[in-house]
């Protein structure tokens, strides 16, 4: 215990970072899953077309292929375009915009499929009978579908964020400071490794019982009203 008191600072600092990135890669992963479901939903075949293959592409490449392709392929790429077109010199790009983008997109298909599923799951006529009081589709979203959807999604969306913030470990694969970096390198340098690896895991089930607590409270508070019903 007097060894990780005297690397609190570092373990903390890899902590902070650890869910920023989690945070940050479950909003985008939101974004690009409601996108994703409407996507899967929409009446246009081109787009129920590019719906499916974005949630096949994902959930068939591994994720840590996924995060260093787009680290280091990205990197390339945008290099590779400014030095053909001179609109700007070399790029450095950042590990932590890195691990956001790519577990934001990695995840954004297993909301897609979550929401799409939540979607389906209400009553088609509760929508139509909105759509028949001369309510407008914004409407019909904000008081209708959004809350409904919520109740149904909660409990596959709060698995996917438990395993979202597991996944952000992947990120120090490409050098950035997060928890387990920053344990592993106090770790190595103290060579008592299990040790800190030892606090990481303890550090996680905190940071996931958390999780699982709030977003219980939440399901509890969506669906008290079909619990009275």
Known sequence: MQLLYEYRLILLEGVGVTVALAVLSLILSVICGL?????????????????????????????L????????????????IGRL???WGYIDVNQ???????????????????????ILAIPRGQIEAAMSCGMNPRQVFRLVTWP???RYA?????NNWLVLIKSTALVSVIGLHDLVWNAFAAGRSTQKLFTFMIAVLVIYLMIT???????RRLDRRYSAGAKRA
């Open 148 to 150: 409904q959807m919520v």
């Open 65 to 80: 292929v996924l995060m260093m392709l787009i680290f280091y392929g990205g990197q390339l790429m945008i290099n590779d």
């Open 96 to 118: 932590f915009i890195a691990g956001v983008l790519t577990l934001g997109f990695i995840f954004g298909a297993y909301m897609a499929e979550t929401f799409r599923g939540a």
């Open 85 to 87: 077109t001179g609109l």
């Open 209 to 215: 019982g958390i999780s699982d607590l709030l977003l």
């Open 35 to 63: 996108a994703g479901a409407f996507a899967k939903l929409s009446p246009s075949r081109g787009m129920r077309r590019l719906g499916g293959c974005y949630t096949t592409f994902v959930r068939s490449v591994p994720d």
């Open 154 to 158: 909660l409990p596959s969306f709060t």
